[in-house]
């Protein structure tokens, strides 16, 4: 009897070892959530995400900074361009933006660390 105990107990252990696995499955990878959030982002504002210049797992999510222009100019180092906070769940959807600054293309911004 004290086999089918052990036994019972061991398939419980794996049963729930096997959701835990499930559930890790489920969470994108960090790439995806870049992916999908430049990719919600562009479809909520219209405008084609260039790239994303900061990234860091919160515990709500993910926090992203990403660059688009705004609008094109010539020469291109007068685009005008625009960082958004953009704020995900652990899944990658999308729960906030808001942009947080706007810039020329071709100008570093000094109060930032980096120049941008």
Do not use: C, K
């Not at 947080?100 to 570093?108: H, K, L, P, T």
Request: net charge negative; proline share 3%; aromatic share 4%.
């Amino acid at each position: 009897m004290a086999n089918t105990n052990d036994t019972s107990h061991s398939q419980t252990s794996q049963n729930s070892e096997d959701r835990d696995d499930d559930v890790a499955d489920d969470r994108p990878t960090l790439m995806e959530v870049l992916r999908q959030a430049r990719s919600q982002l562009a479809e909520l504002t219209g405008m084609a995400a260039e790239s994303v210049s900061s990234f860091e797992q919160t515990e709500d999510g993910w926090s992203l900074e990403i660059e688009v222009m705004e609008l094109a100019r010539v020469p291109d180092t007068m685009s005008l361009m625009a960082s958004y906070q953009v704020d995900l769940d652990p899944r990658g959807q999308l729960t906030g933006y808001r942009r947080v600054r706007r810039y020329e293309r071709g100008r570093a911004d000094s109060h930032r660390p980096g120049g941008r």
